[in-house]
């Protein structure tokens, strides 16, 4: 993950460079709160309308609390001061969010579709496990090559579709199926296994990407707000970080 001190910035390869980036900080707030809003709050409440347990909400309630007074501070706070946390927020969010999920999951399978077959149990478990290690061995390998070498471009446009599309998705079939109880459920649930994929990605890709921005800090630079503006926040005590 250490780039070596030899290798200038420049000869870094532009998806390295692009790893080594803040988030573009005038749009990052409205950015990150409809994700909370529309990737997590929604879904996650229609699962909760769907299971329809009240210990499931006790259960998932610390998970909540930690992503909405975190989104809160990051609302209040000045961006330029919060550039890395951010990027750790992301992070944090695309983790709580795949375990959120993931108990969803669990949920839906026992309480709602009454499945109670260990062997279903497991192979859900082994399938989970397995997804968690892809997704986090996918970003490792894509960042362990060679810094200095151009790799062929990847059209991201298919993926940015799929998160943005896929509550739509559920929704409208869930709508769909509402006079078939299985079905709906069953759709339902393969939703939830479409979102902890998508948050298992998030959750990799920018917890990556924090870690590697710290271990090689000295190649990052910071977002800097203009010099009239500049002058001010440094007398207010904001601090770039």
Request: hydrophobic share 50%; net charge positive.
């Amino acid at each position: 993950m250490k780039i070596n001190s030899t290798i200038e910035f420049g000869q870094l390869s532009d998806e390295f460079k692009k790893h080594l980036q803040f988030l573009d900080i005038f749009n990052i707030k409205g950015a990150t709160s409809m994700l909370l809003f529309g990737l997590y709050d929604i879904p996650l409440l229609l699962s909760l309308l769907t299971i329809y347990k009240i210990e499931f909400i006790w259960g998932i309630l610390p998970l909540l609390v930690i992503l909405h007074a975190w989104m809160f501070r990051l609302l209040f706070k000045n961006p330029f001061s919060t550039q890395f946390e951010t990027i750790l927020y992301l992070g944090a969010f695309g983790l709580i969010g795949s375990l959120t999920f993931i108990i969803m999951i669990y949920g839906i399978s026992y309480y709602v579709l009454g499945i109670s077959s260990v062997i279903y149990y497991s192979v859900l478990t082994l399938t989970l496990l397995m997804s968690s290690i892809i997704l986090i061995k996918y970003q490792i390998d894509k960042y362990a090559g060679d810094l200095t070498k151009e790799k062929k471009s990847r059209d991201q446009s298919k993926y940015i579709g799929l998160v943005t599309v896929a509550p739509a998705i559920g929704y409208i079939l869930a709508l769909i199926t509402a006079d078939t109880t299985i079905l709906k459920h069953s759709v339902t649930l393969g939703m939830n296994f479409i979102l902890f994929l998508i948050y298992g990605y998030f959750g990799a890709r920018f917890l990556h990407k924090y870690f590697f921005m710290k271990t090689n800090i000295d190649y990052v630079n910071f977002q800097m707000p203009a010099k009239k503006d500049y002058k001010e926040l440094i007398k207010n005590g904001v601090e770039i970080k």
